[in-house]
Nanobody, 127 residues
Framework: QVQLVESGGGLVQAGGSLRLSCAAS????????VGWFRQAPGQEREFVAA???????????YYADSVKGRFTIARDSARVTVYLQMSSLKPEDTAVYYC?????????????????WGQGTQVTVSS
């Protein structure tokens, strides 16, 4: 079992940047696909990005169309932290952001396919 802890949320003006971190405890992310999701008030939780692969240099990344070109998901070499670098932020990016992990072999945009979740971190983008 892996425990996830997010950090890095906050308040930023539109056009600004934030970096979220998802730290694993208990084990590394070596055998997990790690995803970021977000949930705005009154809305369903939606997929943002995911990273797959155990190799240090060989891995795959996936993005929702709404964040492609603005957000980057990455992993540290020790495979214990996954980052979400968010740039050119928009007010519509405001949400609670969650880190999630799954031991399934294929990545998924559905939150139901992820077994482990962090507590979430608030991101607020002001206009």
């Amino acid at each position: 079992q892996v425990q996830l802890v997010e950090s890095g949320g906050g308040l930023v003006q539109a056009g600004g940047s934030l970096r979220l971190s998802c730290a694993a405890s208990g084990r590394t992310f070596r055998n997990y696909i790690v995803g970021w999701f977000r949930q705005a008030p009154g809305q369903e939780r939606e997929f943002v990005a995911a990273i797959k692969g155990s190799g240090l240099s060989a891995y795959y990344t996936y993005y929702a169309d709404s964040v492609k070109g603005r957000f980057t998901i990455a992993r540290d070499s020790a495979r214990v932290t996954v980052y979400l670098q968010m740039s050119s932020l928009k007010p519509e990016d405001t949400a609670v952001y969650y880190c999630a992990a799954t031991s399934q072999s294929q990545y998924s945009t559905s939150s139901t396919n992820y077994d482990y979740w962090g507590q979430g971190t608030q991101v607020t983008v002001s206009s």
